[in-house]
């Protein structure tokens, strides 16, 4: 499997340029399609913005590597917690709200959900249907979730559900964005925790 680490790579005024040792790999979504965030991400603050993420797996199961991941960003934006995690966000449009006069689906910015893949259903954090992830994401979470825990040391343990977690910043390993607050809604239910869990933890752990 490929990384690619050239097509989307972001310059130095999106991520904070010190390494720090890693214990964690934190993943997230995008809210965007066709790597509209990393436009975004040069677009807001004059092109500043660093609430960006490592890398960026989209739908088709690509990976994309926008810093090395040896530095950080501010993914979660609590700076403690940010300089020791290694972000991954998945192409993902997150919360959808359906619009029934149309019979359609929009996402938080009012685009059409065009996708082929039926949505999913589940009542959330006041939210009610969300977009999927595909089966190549997973896959590929998979592959390079390995990878990074085996160059950077990180514990290949996975937690198996997206709430909330105390004291999360003590701990070693796999987790969610929305493992640190309430208040954020990546992964969503949508997200295939049970088939990626046994997917890391096949084949031993580190």
């Known amino acids: ?40 991400w040069n677009s807001i603050l004059n092109g ?20 090395n991941p040896k530095y950080y ?12 995690i290694i972000p991954i966000v998945l192409e993902n449009e997150g919360w ?7 019979n359609k689906f929009i996402n938080w910015s009012g685009d059409i959900y065009n996708r082929d893949e039926d949505v999913i259903n589940l009542s959330w954090r006041s939210k009610k249907i969300w977009s999927p992830y595909s089966d190549e994401q997973i896959n590929s979470l998979v592959y390079l979730c390995k990878e990074l825990c085996t160059k950077f040391d990180i514990p290949l ?16 390993g796999i987790y969610y964005r929305s493992n640190y607050s309430i208040t954020h809604l990546d992964v969503s239910p949508a997200f295939k925790f049970e088939e990626f869990t046994e997917k890391i933890l096949k084949n031993g752990t580190n």
């Not at 500043?48 to 810093?67: M, P, Q, R, V, W």
Request: glycine share 2%; aromatic share 12%; charged share 35%.
């Open 157 to 172: 343990k996975v937690v198996d559900h997206n709430t909330k977690i105390d004291n999360i910043q003590r701990k070693k």
């Open 1 to 40: 499997m490929v990384i690619i680490d050239r097509e989307y790579k972001l310059t130095e005024d999106n991520y904070i340029n010190k390494e720090y040792k890693k214990k964690q790999i934190v993943i997230g979504n995008t809210f965007y399609n066709d790597m509209e965030h990393y436009r975004y």
């Open 96 to 102: 959808l709200t359906k619009v029934f006069r149309d």
């Open 73 to 84: 960003s501010k993914f979660i934006n609590i700076n403690d917690y940010d300089k020791s």
């Open 48 to 67: 500043k913005d660093k609430n960006t993420a490592a890398f960026t797996i989209k739908l088709d199961g690509s990976i994309h590597e926008h810093y």
